[in-house]
């Protein structure tokens, strides 16, 4: 199977963007700076059919800092797109303009009156009158004032975070100067940050993630005009006007510039490039009935990717939650950016060194010691220093004030400043064998404070017996237990996902009292989350063979994510002691096994709803298959795992049961976690099991879509009346497939639709999985994309009708209720 990395185009969402977009009133409203005629300090422009607004904004009002900036102005969100003096914020809003200046530029001046950014151009004729435009593309032009034509300066040419469609991002071969998306320092703060998207500056045609323009975390690849691709991005391939995405790309290389542009199609889609405050690039989508931004792309995928996610001195882990920490003798630098997500600020020393005049003696206890961190990937910016041991490295690194770590392995390497980049490896293996130990430099006084509590534990034992222990107890033990509630008590949050308190849990689901389901190694429960307008939820709790908490966080933090319009979102999870919950979305319509062969017949789904419901099973597949830098096997697809929304749209749930599969390891597992009659033979066989194993439970579920019945059934006289084996027959035989269709819907069912489905569940269902299609060609069949031909009817299939005992088992076995 080819992975499809990253899939990008998903014309569920497509679709859902053009139903949801409304368009908002125009505002009658100027949308032009004339000479004499400014934009004064709190007031704006809106472009001509007002779709962007130009204006003052203060993306932090804690702060009187206030910048002039272009901003989407007919949807809900009004994410900032452009700003001008993303470095220079403006402290006095009345009395500052944005105008056209003498010279012809556009200039915005601060309440003195002196100029604070300028648009800069020196080749203005000065007999030319020139005006600033806002146009409904997000584009401010600076052009002459007879002619808007001709642009004299553009913001397109200068972007700060946001790449908008029409754009061009690239390089002028002429100068060499090459365009930059530049994130923003944080949330809240507009100015510049270190990382940054732009075409290669040497001159190939790859697009690089750069961390301060020198460390490249990611690439594109170069481009490929055979295939219209970046090679390292072959998700581009899926992202094609024919397969219903609404965007044309096209890379240019001219003689003197090459750069990548996209156009959006529909003028009711909003979207656009970012690059994130926390380092990933994202191609976000407006989908104004969820009233929020549709990811649909990102790099890199794993967070631990980004050069110094953690920021100065903070820790990287891959798979924990949260993604970053900081070693001993640091804390937090902004514990608030930090909770939403964005630990650029990295971390803090608790205590200044000695060294380098920072502390005095009698402060910090003395001079600077040293603490081993094991196990970590060594930040890349050491410095060689000749020494003949442990010892000699460390004095190397005690001699030098700016020194504040040291590491040897042999060899002896120092660093200067801040950490950058380290990587806690212990969760990785020995295989890689990037770990090693490192030497950080702390004060003294981190030392002899552990020391302290060590030597008040002690005397807690000690004098435990005598009165003076209730005293020692609650002056030593209540601290303790106050802090350790307050650290459980507190929400992390990483991304979207929450580490709720079993508190929380209890609350929200009024005490475990609505019971919505059970399986074999769970129960799950009805809630809704008090912060969050009553959302509804659905809180499942795991019985059984539980993990261990730390592969338990590693999967949880995998399976956050994931995100799929086709998958259940989790939202947060429980994890300690013996107890694992995990929170997810709540879906109205309960799952696909209900309104197939529950006993009320007024819910059975029609047919167009039920090839959409096929479609969108297979598309979060795909999806989990093929678009994490891991596969991921769901292993248990059946009817009572797929979830239906309101508008009946479907989403896969529990993909909790699935298990990593590194994409060069070997696809293996070894326990059976499925459900008997949508199992693959491989399961059964014992061999290695991939995402065909999927493809195979897939194509058992599409039958029974087609069917409105569980696809084993057992008859009066005992035999086995199995749907696949009748289906398969009247594919091969030419029969009348329709009659076999579900009778509560064969009026309306569509002939081509059925034959289709048919065909590509019976391919679906072979026993040889390199015969079965990958779900990314599922959905194209379904989609009607691809043709599909008559399928051999599996060998499995042919001995039901002379069954032995162990097939009859395999097939016949139905699934608990
Ligand atoms: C700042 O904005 C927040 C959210 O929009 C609002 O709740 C708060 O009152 C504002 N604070 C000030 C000082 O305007
Ligand atoms: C205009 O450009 C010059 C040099 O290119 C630079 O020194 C100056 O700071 C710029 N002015 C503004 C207001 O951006
Ligand atoms: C305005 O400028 C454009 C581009 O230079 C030119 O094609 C067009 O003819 C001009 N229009 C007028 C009215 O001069
Ligand atoms: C390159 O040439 C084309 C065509 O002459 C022109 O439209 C474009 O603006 C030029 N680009 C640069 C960066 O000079
Ligand atoms: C990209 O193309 C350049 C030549 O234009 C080549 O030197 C380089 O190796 C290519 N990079 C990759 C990753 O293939
Ligand atoms: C960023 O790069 C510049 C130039 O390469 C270097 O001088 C500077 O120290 C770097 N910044 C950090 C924080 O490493
Ligand atoms: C020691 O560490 C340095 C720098 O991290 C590395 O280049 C070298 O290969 C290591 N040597 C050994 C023996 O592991």
Redesign the pocket.
Known sequence: MVANCGQVSSPVLVLLAFLFLHGAPLRAADDTIFDGQPLYGGQSLVSKRGKFELGFFQPDNSSQRWYVGIRYNQISARDIVWVANREAPIANLESSQLSIARDGNMVLLDHRNSPIWSTNVTTIASSVPTVGVILDTGNLVLAEASNTSVVLWQSFDHFTDTWLPGGKL?R????GEVDRLVAWRGYKDPSPSMFSLELDPRGTSQYLLNWNSSEQYWTSGNWSAADHIFTDVPEMTLADPSHGFPYTFSYVD????SYFAYHVEDDAVVAHFRMDVAGQVKFLMWVEGAGEWQQFWSQPKAQCDIYAMCGPSGVGTENALPSCSCPRGFRRRRPLEWAQGDYTSGCARNAALQCGGGARDDVNGGEDRFYAMADVRLPSDGQSVVAASAGDCERACVGSCSCTAYSYNGSCSVWQGDLINLRDTSGMGTATGVGGTIWIRLAASEFSSAGRDRGRRLFVGLVAAGFAAAVTIIIVLVPIIVVTRRRTSRRVVEGSLVAFTYRDLQLATKNFSEKLGAGAFSSVFKGSLADDAARPVAVKKLEGHLQGEKQFRAEVSTIGKVQHVNLIRLIGFYSEGTRRLLVYEHMSNGSLDRHLFGATSSSHLSWEARYQVALGIARGLDYLHGSCRDCIIHCDIKPENILLDGALAPKVADFGLAKLMGRDSSRVLTTVRGTAGYLAPEWVAGTAVTAKADVFSYGMVLFELVSGRRNARQRPDGTVDFFPSTAAGLLVGGGDLMGAVDGRIRGDADVAEVERACRIACWCVQDDERARPSMGTVVQVLEGLLEVSVPPIPTSFKMLANPSKKHLDFFTCLPSA
């Open positions: 690239g002028n071969k002429l100068t001219a003689g003197n510039e």
